[in-house]
């Protein structure tokens, strides 16, 4: 019985062993989110792990970080201020076979600096040589940096677009947003699409992902549809509005497009009308030829 | 009451530790703190106001000493990446069929936001990228596909900087992105030797 037990046990302890992911370069922490005073400095450490077979010589740098309109990261040398402020302790460090080794980057804030949040890339990355005729890969890790400097804060997204069809028949209602945060500091989004008739009064709601937090100055963008499913049996006018939750202080945004719908049976009955109606139109017209007034 | 005193201080030593250091949630009158941490934090909200946040967050990143290490903070803690190939080579290349070599980019990323996988740097010289989409024998054109659960794109691309391979809006284990490299000549195609080196570039999203 203790056998089976001490079995167990070791069983348990080596399957976490072998969960752990080999021959490759790992940094930790992959994200520092700090909040600083302007004239304050900071150090931060990240921690490299070489789990290669041989050494690897690495360059650290720090980058500009910008988000593309489906909340991406993406690093530029040169478009942040805030890349003067970071310095790696040393440009270059070498990393041992299996060896872990910190790198240092140094945070100093100048005075006079206005509050908000900046963001940068803390990049850790491999020193290629370049071989003739080939394609040479070489690997960048980058810890994500959000300074915030501290101050007075100002949230504040906006709707750059909220539009859909005007007229449909199907039962899925596609939609374009665009939302940009023009305050100084980035907000965290939930959303929802809700449908009203056209007095205003809601039928349903549907929650819409809008990915992770808008940067300042980012724009987001979304398309997806509004499935109706059986909700809306009637042709008529309706709303469609989305509405917006952002920041930390839950500001509220909403906008509304309208769109006429009708569904398959109405545009059938429709047109089924329009024929009868004009072929007695057509009837009419003949008969009054043949037979005059 | 001198017998009681011990059991006062007991029971009020008892209750000053127990239910506030394991709960989740404090409230008063006009007021919650939700997910409380040690040093504060968590959804405070009242009449007025509402905050949500970590404050105070101290110490972060690693303080170590001689028989200790302790990762503080609220941050994603890990990010990795293995490059199965340094380098490919394309071969002699032909108008009568399309070249091509593979390398493998696995990342894994404890980040709730997930990662992007994506182009950091280009340089060296090559023929002419691809501009319509995809590779076609017998025209001069030189790009990437890519393939795996978090790809980006599906058609053949020009290498360029910034462009994004992958994306994952959760964390990963070992995903997985193929990147197969293609080119192919025309008939009227310049005689050369090119050679490229590429930077991948993976971080976590914000």
Known sequence: ?293 | MKVLKPIYFLLALFLSFYPLCSRGEMSAGDYYIYADSVNTGGVISGGDYGVRGTFNESPIGFTTSTSYETRGGYQPMELGMKVSASSLSLGTLSATAIKTASADAIVWSDAGTGYTLSIGGVSGTSIANVSDGIITIGSEEYGLSVSGVDRAFTNDRAIAERLILASSSEPVTNSKTTLTFKASISDTSVGGSYSQAIVLTVSGNF
């Open chain 1, 1 to 293: 019985m203790f056998k089976k037990r001490y079995f167990f046990i070791l069983f348990i302890f080596s399957s976490f062993f072998l969960i752990q992911d080999a021959d490759a370069l790992v940094i930790s922490p992959a994200r520092f989110n700090v909040t600083i005073e302007p004239g304050a400095s900071q150090n931060l450490i990240i921690k490299i792990k070489n789990d290669e077979a041989q050494k690897v010589d690495l360059n650290l740098k720090v980058l500009g970080a910008k988000q593309d309109e489906y909340g991406r990261p993406l690093f530029f040398s040169g478009i942040e201020k805030a890349e003067e402020w970071v310095k790696p302790k040393t440009n270059k460090i070498t990393v041992g076979a299996s060896q872990e080794k910190n790198a240092e980057f140094l945070i100093e804030i100048p005075k006079q600096i206005i509050p908000g949040s900046h963001y940068l890339g803390l990049a850790v990355e491999q020193i290629q040589t370049e071989n003739s005729n080939q394609v040479g890969l070489s690997g960048r890790l980058v810890a994500l940096l959000t300074l915030r400097i501290t101050g007075n804060i100002t949230e504040d997204a906006n709707f750059v677009k909220w539009t859909g069809r005007n007229f449909t028949w199907n039962k899925e209602w596609p939609f374009v947003l665009e939302l940009k945060n023009q305050g100084n500091i980035e907000v965290a989004l939930t959303g929802e699409t809700a449908i009203k008739n056209w007095r205003g009064k809601e039928i349903f709601r549907q929650p819409v992902f809008l990915g992770n937090s808008l940067l300042a100055g980012a724009i987001r963008f979304n398309s997806g549809k509004v499935k109706i499913g059986d909700k809306i049996k009637w042709p008529g006018l309706y709303q469609t509005e989305m509405r917006i939750i952002y920041g930390q202080s839950e500001k509220r945004i909403s906008k509304v497009f309208y769109i006429w719908y009708f569904p398959k049976w109405s545009a059938a009955a429709f047109f089924v009308t329009m024929f009868i109606i004009l072929r007695r139109m057509i009837r009419e017209i003949r008969r009054k030829r043949k037979f005059g007034n």
